[in-house]
Structures are given as C-alpha cells and as structure tokens.
T-cell receptor, first 117, second 116 residues
C-alpha cells in the first residue's frame, strides 16, 4: 500500500537555526515520484521539489536541501538558517505511475514549522 | 503565467443544501485534480481528469459528489446534499499530461466550505 509518514507534527525553532523535516514513504512500485509542498497560512499549496525514484542525488536550492535515500525509504527536507517566512505546514507526497493510469498524490499529514524571531 | 483559479474562496451552507465549486486550470495543462483537505490532514484526491475524461474517481462519494470538465478546461465540483463531514477545503490542481512521468501539480487557493 502507498503511504507517507511525517512523524513530526510540529517543530518550533528560533530564526537562523537549521531544521530537518522527516518523510518516510511506502510503495510497492519501482517507479515513483516524491514531492514536497509548502502550505503557508494563506492556504495555497506551493510546489517545492519533485524527485523520481531513479535519481538519488541530493539537491540544494538556496537554503533548502533534500536528502533522498531509497535504502531507508526516506526523503528528508532541510532548511538552513531558517527565517520567519519559512513558517508553514510542509507536506511530503508520493506519486506512483501505475502505467500512466493515474498519478494522484498521496500526502503525509504534514509538519507545522514555526520559526520564532 | 496565471495560476490555477478557484471560486468561491469561502462558502457557508446548511446541511442538506447543495453547493458548487469552480476551477480554471493553468493554460495548457491537460490534467486536472480535485482534492479534499480536512483540517489537520493532508489533501486527499477526489477525482482526476485527463482532458475531459475521468482517470480516477475511486475516492469520490458518488452518492453526493459529482464533477465535470465538459470542454477539457474548466471544471465544476458539486455536492448535493451536503453533510457536516463535508466541511473542508476543496483544492483544485492542474499539471501537464500524465503518462510515464508524474509532473508537479500546481494548486489553486482552495474553497473553504463550512457546513452547519
């Protein structure tokens, strides 16, 4: 069964601290995609990153970095030098290809990140 | 480039009433999705369209929910009759055509529905 687990319900840090958001997934497929989305208080889901199951290279984008490890079925997200504007709910999501029939996103329950000034 | 548009942004209705939500996807995006997000949870797919055909509606409560995308562009999601447990944010998303690649989905601002 497809499942995404974000064990951290809430995280609170002080500005400029580094913070890592954990994501563990379950899938029987060999071909799949992983995503991270940000949902600020305004409510709109903002796309952050997409990785496919064949690309385990870590990625860095500014203060954001992602660590994908198939051996542990994890796709963790690190924010370096956090800022108040990073405060939001962060969702990890999984999409399977299913032969092109559907690519719905299976979301985790989200991690609420609060960055204190 | 314009994003995904949704209306209304907020709606309050009484149980057993009907309600409809509208979505206009990003231009050129063949795939359109409706998700339901209950407070404190991640979004859950209700229905997925590829152009004007339904790809996945396995989690759509078909006794009360319906959706259409007649011309392969705009879409409407309807609830009739509404129940208290339908209170949620309804999110519309769009992406490039599916196939062997799962493209990122871009979400609209959502419609917050409160059923009293």
């Amino acid at each position: 069964a497809q499942k995404v687990t974000q064990a951290q319900t809430e995280i609170s840090v002080v500005e400029k601290e580094d913070v890592t958001l954990d994501c563990v997934y379950e899938t029987r497929d060999t071909t799949y995609y992983l995503f991270w989305y940000k949902q600020p208080p305004s409510g709109e889901l903002v796309f952050l990153i997409r990785r496919n199951s064949f690309d385990e290279q870590n990625e860095i984008s500014g203060r954001y970095s992602w660590n994908f490890q198939k051996s542990t079925s994890s796709f963790n997200f690190t924010i370096t030098a956090s800022q108040v504007v990073d405060s939001a709910v962060y969702f990890c999501a999984l999409s399977e290809i299913n032969g092109g029939a559907t690519n719905k996103l299976i979301f985790g329950t989200g991690t609420l990140l609060a960055v204190q000034p | 480039e314009a994003g995904v548009a949704q209306s209304p942004r907020y709606k309050i209705i009484e149980k057993r009433q009907s309600v409809a939500f509208w979505c206009n996807p990003i231009s050129g995006h063949a795939t359109l999705y409706w998700y339901q997000q209950i407070l404190g949870q991640g979004p859950k797919l209700l229905i997925q369209f590829q152009n004007n055909g339904v790809v996945d509606d396995s989690q759509l409560p078909k006794d009360r929910f319906s959706a259409e995308r007649l011309k392969g562009v705009d879409s409407t999601l309807k609830i009739q009759p509404a129940k208290l447990e339908d209170s949620a944010v309804y999110l519309c998303a769009s992406s490039l055509s599916i196939g062997t690649v799962s493209y990122e989905q871009y979400f609209g601002p959502g419609t917050r529905l409160t059923v009293t």
